[in-house]
């Protein structure tokens, strides 16, 4: 299909969406996606690109000759432009900003000069903003003459001369208005501006919190530089959530199209830290070696203690992880959580050990190992829980990512607890 | 400040926005909450509502004569209307639906009858609908005295006359076209309507996928019943990513508004569950009881090896399980992804056995006690790997949610197969 019939290949792809376009040229090898590309010519639908995944896009990028590349980036938004330009090296970037016009050479370098993951990377540059004494229909011959206006826009900014921003108005709004209305009189004030250095995971937070569509960017001096909407802040959400999900199962930094060896490295590094922490329970038990000698039983159960302590602690740092991202756990309700976890953590502490108790009693004929356990699984399930809970507090103030780290520290803490407590108690008690 | 002063509370609490009022309002004492709504008496924000969470939000609810209810409802959008009345039981939201005039009850049922999490229940269905043949003009008029349109909106739709949809007109094209131009020419009919039965999931997943600001959602029929825009998907996608996380960790189905004994029984089942597999795990371990009374070096090892084994299933699971949801891992891409799975818990293994083995050797001074470990940290190196993918991609064929059973299959296989194969090996190689 792919190397003779160019003809067919553009009559098959020239109606594909964006998206589909993209996924198409994902599944191609390498050579075969240049191909496609030079058959599309001038047809190639340049929104495809910021769909590619990140190494297959700046393969992409990196075989198209920089005119070609400057040509894209002129049909996108500008915020699709510098998501394209970003990941690539600086030669390249340099490269391909030479050939653009001057306007968006200056628009898109200053983009690329804010912050990795702030509302600058984000926003959208081209937008329509209108002095507070225009009138309605004023207003609307601009925007039936005015080129280079972005794709879709939902609201336009009114500002002063000083392009500082006043104010808003919903199209629907200016839609409904009559003509010889002046735009002071129905701009809503009433906006949530966002800073242009202000993290993405922030500016989530502020669309969610106030249900928000669009929002106007300002920099320090109080200036509209630029607008992002809310399809812009549902990807910066999935991408945030998965940034959690996988930091937390310790894969952190992974990406789908990384290779095995690069996949191994990072993963390697997690490995290497739970280790530490697995020679760190080792020893605890090596100290009681001797009393192991005495009571094999004790080897065989001892797992369930730690594993038990493990997902507990696990449980409850879940909950608390996922709190402080969402911001629902905060200084205000810090402490009444960790009574809350505590609680539960004793209380199936105590649940479960009495079903260990009794387990161990059949299995073993002890009453006195049963008691051991039991006493061992309330001890570590207390501990879990407030490990498990204060652990990512103490990481979240000390502006670490709870995330990423959490996972360690509970689990060394209810190891080392629950092999301590356990066959401490039972070298005090059994002998 | 609550009990005395009415005046002084209105005049703090009228000009906030209703997502902090609505936080507010959570800060409260239950009695408190009623005392502080009934003294803003008519200018209390029925947004606020949405906003709060759903125990708080049931007893405020409940709290309220079903009149004031019915008012409330009124006031919002239909999408935030269905959502207040969703949690409530059945007489209630009888009680309430009885106080309201004809078509907004009708709408109201009809909504409610749509499943739980479909498009239908978040969809809102206020929206602008005109034939083709009207022109600009008479649209724009139309708009200007109609009543009843929701809040905010960013396009019209085009509807033939039995209301089936037949393309969007987004207002900034609207806006910018002549009075005497025809909707029809105009129209968009390149749409991606949602189906009013579709999963919340498979919503969030279109917006994502198509940049998509607001979609049509249509009946069996394909007759237009709503609107769904980007602002409500932000937060259903922030909410199945936090169902994930939970899941994940053994804490599904978790509210933070959840009582003790409620959190400690969805716990306990999660505990129990692993109780299980940690006990199957012992029994592994009880059958070489005789070898470890041998050698009381393997108890002190053994954990070492469940414990990593542990890790990295678990890392393998999280990227599976997050790219099934994303659908970045599907049937096209699922046996490269298992090689590849599998040449990264192989390369780790050997990475780790090299290590292990020379600190067991160390440690311990046994040579053979060094090539037990090492070879039984490939083993179950190798094990994770295939059961961190191959599990999550077994439960998500037999439809079942692979965030919330994988965790404990996944560390059954490691714990099972790390005790096994040092033990066996050690019992095989060490007398």
Redesign the interface.
């Known amino acids: 299909l792919e190397a003779d019939d160019i003809a067919r290949v553009r009559a098959l792809t020239l109606d594909l969406?964006e998206?589909d376009l993209a996924d198409l040229i994902q599944?191609l090898r390498p050579e075969e996606r240049a191909e496609l590309i030079a058959a599309l010519g001038e047809d190639f639908k340049a929104a495809a690109l910021p769909e590619l995944d990140e190494a297959v896009r700046d393969q992409v990028l990196e075989d198209m000759p920089p005119e070609q590349v400057a040509e894209v980036l002129q049909q996108l938004d500008s915020d699709e432009a510098v998501y394209l330009l970003e990941d690539l090296d600086k030669d390249d970037q340099k490269d391909i900003l030479a050939k653009l016009p001057y306007f968006e050479r200056i628009a898109l370098q200053r983009s690329l000069e804010y912050p990795e993951d702030s509302a600058g990377r984000i926003m959208q540059t081209d937008l329509i903003a209108v002095p507070p004494f225009w009138s309605v229909g004023q207003t609307?011959d601009y925007?039936?003459v005015a080129e280079d206006?972005p794709d879709?826009?939902?609201e336009i900014f009114v500002v002063d001369p000083a392009y500082h921003l006043i104010g808003s108005v919903?199209?629907?709004r200016?839609?409904?208005?009559?003509r010889p209305t002046t735009i002071e009189s129905i701009t809503d004030e009433d906006l949530r501006p966002i800073m242009v250095e202000a993290d993405q995971e922030e500016v989530?937070r502020q669309?969610?919190?106030?249900?928000?569509?669009s929002a106007p960017v300002i920099d320090e001096d109080k200036r509209l530089v630029g607008v992002i909407?809310?399809?812009d802040?549902?990807?910066v959400?999935?991408e945030e959530?998965?940034e959690?999900?996988?930091a937390?199962?310790?894969?952190g930094g992974?990406s789908?199209s990384d290779t095995?060896?690069e996949?191994?490295r990072l993963?390697?590094t997690?490995?290497f830290a739970?280790?530490i922490?697995?020679?760190l329970?080792?020893l605890v038990?090596?100290v009681f070696?001797a009393t192991?000698?005495e009571m094999?039983?004790?080897?065989?159960?001892?797992?369930?203690v730690?594993?038990?302590g493990g997902?507990?602690g696990?449980?409850t740092?879940?909950?608390a992880?996922?709190?402080l991202a969402?911001q629902?756990?905060g200084r205000?309700n810090a402490v009444r959580?960790i009574i809350?976890e505590s609680?539960?953590g004793l209380?199936?502490g105590l649940?479960?050990a009495v079903?260990?108790a009794a387990?161990a009693y059949f299995w073993f004929g002890s009453d006195e190992l049963g008691l051991v356990i039991g006493v061992a699984m309330v001890v570590n399930l207390f501990a879990a829980a407030l490990a498990g809970i204060l652990i990512p507090l103490g990481l979240e103030a000390l502006d670490l990512d709870p995330a990423i780290a959490s996972g360690v520290f509970v689990?060394t803490v209810t190891?080392v607890v629950g092999?301590f407590a356990f066959l401490g108690l039972a070298a005090l008690w059994l002998f």
């Open positions: 969406h998206a599944l609307i925007m039936r206006l879709r826009f939902y919903a199209l629907n200016l839609l409904r208005s009559k989530a669309f969610e919190r106030y249900n928000l569509t909407t809310a399809d802040v549902v990807e959400v999935q959530a998965s959690d999900i996988l937390m199962g310790g894969v992974e789908v095995v060896w996949t191994t993963r390697f997690w490995l739970n280790l922490t697995a020679i329970a080792s038990i090596s070696e192991i000698e094999v039983a004790l080897a065989v159960l001892m797992p369930i730690a594993s038990m997902n507990a696990t449980q740092m879940t909950v992880v996922r709190a969402t629902d756990l205000v959580v809350r609680a539960v209380l199936n649940l479960f079903i260990m387990i689990t190891d092999f």
